[in-house]
């Protein structure tokens, strides 16, 4: 596995992932305040991408046999270069689609404006803002030989102050003053003009350091690494699990910094003092004239005019009801009557929840069983599992709290979720939890055991189920209940190595289960040339799974896959990847399934999963992959992904040389914005019928009521006539 020419490295992948993103922010033809936010989701994620992945190469750097990357053959050291590297450019196209977007919001009424810009009212007002509410909270100090220079947090922003002394001009110090996180990142001028605090405080800041003239001033922001090591040779056995997280949660704040963001080019001196002090390289300064720490730009739309937002935002949608769900019945008697499958965001979450809080209270279920990963900050999924508890059911709770970013969230809800009752359960000794499945164990009144089971490729998470494309698969199939059965008992004795008839589970039983359905299109594409494949991920990385698709390549076997993010195998590579098609979309909503299709048409076999095809999904967590044996879902799934290749919109295809480019618009169909219109259709149609059906059985009542009413007439007439002609006989 040391051939590289059909792969590239994930890191340098990540990156032309962002840039798409970044692209979607200069699309003209998306409203200007998605470009907006679209700017701040890539400015976030290049923050998370340094915190984490060059983090976590940083960490390579002290050892003497340093790991090499088995997709490009480079070391730590040579991948850190080469994305910096590929930052300068990444940077510079940064800088130009911000000016971008800041000089098309000023075309539509919306001005994102320096200090420098306004005029001397609105100056005035702004300096009394700083005198009045930023001064007095400031954390600021002159850094000199008895102030040494402050350890500044991760995401620190700061605005540097180049200073001498007014009456000892060879007293030269820097004036340091940290952005407060306490107050919000921008100052409303009025409904649609905007200054940053940093520009506010590089403006005015010079007023807090008397006796000092500034020569120059810039903005820093400081990233560190933030990929804590979770491995447990420091774990005490006597510690309490979620106290030990929380330690690990504080070291974040304190690691090695990785990245140096400044606002503008600087003197060699200055790159010399801040890469001294934060034991950097000065190619680990980069410069951006655009902003920094852009995530709070979502919050600064939402601030804007109802007018203005509605005009310069996509249409709103909200997640329809699924026309599989009938909202009149108990959902576990519909899962019982059919399988249920849901399409997020485009279907509402609502019936996962409902299956729950129905479950919590229903007589004849014993135990409920899930896994959790990422749950929203008022989770209505594990308030339905409390009130299980106290209800007297049986709750075990895989809870994942190394979930990275959302573990104070995590650690905060398992001690809730402990204390209603619930047994929570930590997961396996350096294997994460990343699947979701929900087992529910229900006795009827005959004492007949029977379950119902949920998998899903996204998580329990009711804020996350509107932004993200996930499945939802709900069934009453006893054989894949059994599996789950065993799942979460194996979980209980910290088994990884289970064996299971139709779920895959990774790391066992996925990566055979994987192996075994590659090599059958690899007899089909032999006896019929037939063979086909065609996955839907989020990024693939796995060597071997690399390696194994281009065996199944070299045999025939037509590969398409839409990967949304990281891709390390190239498409079209002679004798590597002829047979491999590669494609990505970025779009409104952020594309997340997993998808594993398997042959066409009727002899499809379709899996939906929680894992990407990653080694650290495959082999380092636990992750579930459940096959789809109802026809009807089956070929809904399959109408799906030819929907989402047929998309000319928002899809780019993978070149050979590991770029993308735009497939020609002929037919003008935006998979993501087509989804949401049926979806609308369909719910609206379902709607109708309900209400149709409800007329039709008053209707009905009605017609019977009438029948019964000249039946009773009749009835009358009949017996005034008998009596006439009793009369008569007498």
Known sequence: MTDISFTQNRELSWLKFDQRVLEEANDKDVPILERLRFFSIFDTNLEEFFMVRVGSLSDFKNLKKKPVDSKSGMTSDEQIEAILTECIDLYRKKDQVYEQIVDDLKVNGINLLKVSELNEKDRKSVEYYFNTKIEPILNFQVVDRVHPFPRLPNLALCVLFSLVGQKDEESKNIGLIQVPDKIKRYLKINDTTFVFIEDIIKEFGYQVFEGYDVVNKYIISLTRNTDIS??????????DFRDYMKGKLKKRKRLHPVRIEVDQDLSDSSVEFLTKKFDLEKEDVLVTKSLMQAGFLFGLAEDLPDNIKSKHSYKPFSPQASVMVDPTRKMIDQINDKDIFLSFPYESMDPVIRLLEEAAEDDTVVSIKITLYRIAHDSKIAKALIKASENGKDVIVLMELRARFDEDNNILWSS?????????????????????????????YQGNINYITQVATGNYNEKTAKLYTDFSLMTSNGAIGLDAKDLFDNVMLGN??????????????MQDGLDKLIDEQIRIQEESGNGYIRLKLNSISDRILIEKLSEASN?????????????CILPDIKDRTENVEIYSIVGRFLEHHRVYQFGKGDCAKVYISS???????????????????DDVIK???????????????????????????KVQNINNIDAQATLASHAKKRSLQAEEDRAAEKVAKRNQRKHKNNISEERKNLKKRRNYLQRIADIFRK
Do not use: W
Not at 230 to 239: A, G
Not at 427 to 444: A, E, M, P, Q, W
Not at 496 to 509: D, Q
Not at 635 to 644: G, N, V
């Open 635 to 661: 070929k809904r799934i399959i109408k799906f992904m030819d929907l989402m290749l047929s998309d000319d919109v928002k899809i780019r295809k993978m070149l050979s040389n590991g770029e993308y480019t």
């Open 496 to 509: 990884l190595e289970g064996e299971y008839k139709n779920l895959m589970v990774s790391p066992k039983s």
């Open 416 to 444: 809730k979720l402990e204390d209603a009752g619930c047994k929570i359960l930590y997961g396996f000794d350096n294997y994460k939890t990343h699947s979701k499945i929900c087992l529910i164990t229900r006795v009827d």
């Open 230 to 239: 979770y491995d447990d040779d420091d774990y005490d056995i006597d510690q």
């Open 611 to 629: 894992a990407d095809f990653m080694t650290r999904n495959i082999r380092h967590r636990m992750e579930v992959a459940v096959p789809i044996y």
């Open 555 to 567: 045999a025939g076997v037509k590969i398409v896959m839409l990967v949304r993010g990281i891709t």
